[in-house]
Nanobody
Framework: QVQLVESGGGLVQPGGSLRLSCAAS????????MNWYRQAPGKERELVAA????????NYAGSVKGRFTISRDNAQKTVYLQMKSLKPEDTAVYYC?????????????WGQGTQVTVSS
């Protein structure tokens, strides 16, 4: 059974930091690119950060570049999102996503999300 379980969300003041974790099970984690998405109330889900299966390349949305860092531990089957200098506009539900394309088939797994609220 495929599972992606996020943790680490919560309430933080502007300028603060949080680290999100996403623990994977039920699939070959090291073969999947991993992504963090977020969705704020009334807005579409957006890609925040991405990391390749080997962890050798990352990509970020412009709004978080320089403040967020995505990383992974393939031995622990976990992907992380370190967030610093948080702003109220970072408030959203954050989702972990695993994705792999094999030929014409795409495998796409999602976690249940964790709430991040940035407020004083």
């Amino acid at each position: 059974q495929v599972q992606l379980v996020e943790s680490g969300g919560g309430l933080v003041q502007p300028g603060g930091s949080l680290r999100l974790s996403c623990a994977a099970s039920g699939f070959t984690f090291s073969s999947y690119a991993m992504n963090w998405y977020r969705q704020a109330p009334g807005k579409e889900r957006e890609l925040v950060a991405a990391i390749t299966s080997a962890g050798d390349s990352t990509n970020y949305a412009g709004s978080v570049k320089g403040r967020f860092t995505i990383s992974r531990d393939n031995a622990q089957k976990t992907v992380y999102l370190q967030m610093k200098s948080l702003k109220p506009e970072d408030t959203a539900v954050y989702y972990c996503n695993g994705k792999r394309v094999v030929g014409l088939r795409e495998y796409d797994f999602w976690g249940q999300g964790t709430q991040v609220t940035v407020s004083s």
